[in-house]
């Protein structure tokens, strides 16, 4: 609008057309920032290569921005929160709690009864026998170490079911497996189907206790008999389990005719007898506590999303310190079962406060990022599973497992995580906020450019005068000062507060009332510098070529003193630390010499029609940029007493 705005202008004022044609160009070429798109693809992929060094891998470059900006963070429990390395501590079967010994993946310690000894330890042995047979995993003995291959819940239970004496090999003789149901999210439990030494074959599943218990309709007596379930009793045993951390998982078995070939869901519905419980510890990560401490002074919400009992939830969040101790958990942890229940209304003020959201299923977590995000917030979830995909997509950033993850989610995600630890979500959104805030200082400080360059134009056709820079020469300005300045401000190290400022709102624009108010005050001293040294360069008598070699210098030199002051949008560069970014004075460096052989050098001023300049002139430039540097500082300093005048009131008050 501007470009045409100057052509108009010329022609009504009688100058000759390609004259006017040539001022719209150069007005056009000044005004638009033609390094922005480059200088932020840069700055993105720089951001990713910080992310990678902190185990966050960024598979779409626009998440890098999106993470600065994340005002939910959605977590999965176990191996994320926790250090999924499970080791089995209690087992509760035929009426009898079992304490089981010994830590890690070594065979080593023994189950040992609670209380009064139980007249047969059947029942044990039988649920003991039942995670060994359900099972995927494997143990391997490698160096002095004990490491599991597969899930490491199904690794614990290999281990309680060595110490209940129970031999994997002799169990795959006696009991051959026939098929396998996989473990699905949505059904939240697995079972497998077995031969057997009589003529019929047993089915045997593991899950969670309301996926078993709804199957069962016997349980094992201290006898190890099977009598009618009572669930109340085995619910209480498996809450008290769950009220100390602990991740309960039921079994149970039942036995069908030779005949029975396949398992499938239709045909795993009822009949089966309760074998008892096992309850597992999964210790949380000490750093993923720090981690949810830094979130939560950085204005980011951290949410619990996991398929484990409520209780065990509860209980880890609150080691975590993401529910407050005086908190009750009805109020802040959510079953799948009542998200279910809810309306999206009731769903989206259940967000608000709930921490924990515990037993969901994919589908609930699809609705809690909609939920979230019709709340205006920025989501993150994290996934690993193949049903978890429709919600990693739906999140505006989707953070799939590098370690336990499936390929369906990996490819869904935006993130991926190398080591599936919340602590490394928390270093990425760090990240972001830093090249969110680099990319900001890159804006405030290359657009006074563009809006100073296209003044100088605009002004020159208004009051009829030749241009004091030429297209060309506006090219070299933008194009070099982009490359070698205003990039350098990619390699910025993070400000020390970042981590203590709310996210940047969604809807808010990039630049806010006083970044837009800075870069109109910079535009003006530019053109007024450039203008104004160029028309007293020519009243010293200079040629036209040396005057506007000039104002192309005023436009170098107060770029490079600005670039200082963007080096923080609040701070001065004294507060920042002169030397912190060394790739500032490297670009300044370079940027100088470029300029010294644009002004002297004979083929330079052959292609951008330039002069050599005196001394005087370069000096008289360099004062120009040094006052830019002055202003803007005390601009800094005037709206820093500002914003602390408020504050120093209100503590008075």
Known sequence: ALAAATLAIGIVRGQPMMDSFMAAVALAVGAIPEGLPAAVTIMLAIGVARMAKRRAIIRRLPAVETLGSTTVVCSDKTGTLTQNQMTVQEIHAGNTRYAVSGIGYAPEGSIDAVGVAPRSDRAMRWTARAGMLCNEATLRHIEDLWRVDGDPTEGALIISAGKAACDRASLNVQFPRVDMQPFESAHQYMATLHDTPTDERLIVIKGSLEAIVSRCGHVLDELGESVPLDVSNVTHAADEMAA??????AFAQKTVPMDFNALSHETITDGFTLLGLQAMIDPPRE?????IEICR????RVMMITGDHALTAGAIARKLGMIEPTAVDAD???TGKALDSMSDEELRKATEHAVVFARVSPDNKYRLVEALQSNGHVVAMTGDGVNDAPALRRADIGVAMALGGTEVAREAADMMLTDDNFASIESAIEEGRGVFDNLKKFIVWTLPTNGGEGLVIFLAVLFGVALPIL?????????????????????????ADIMLRAPHPPNSPILDRAM?????????LLCAGAFGLYEWELMLGVTEAQARTTAVAVFVLGEAFYLLNCRSLSRSVFAVGLF????????IVLMLLLQIAFTHLPMMNTLFQSEPISLGAWLRATACGALIFVVVGLEKAWRGHRRQAPSRMSVAA
């Open 287 to 291: 750093e993923a506590a720090h981690a």
């Open 580 to 587: 912190s970014n060394p790739w500032i004075w490297v670009g």
């Open 244 to 249: 100390t951390g602990l991740r309960v998982l």
């Open 516 to 524: 837009v108010e800075r870069i109109l005050l910079v535009s003006v």
């Open 297 to 300: 002074r950085a204005g980011i």
């Open 471 to 495: 297209p060309v020469q506006i090219l070299w300005i933008n194009m070099t000062t982009a490359l070698l300045l205003g990039l350098m401000l990619a390699f910025e190290p993070k400000e």
């Open 332 to 334: 802040v942890v959510v």
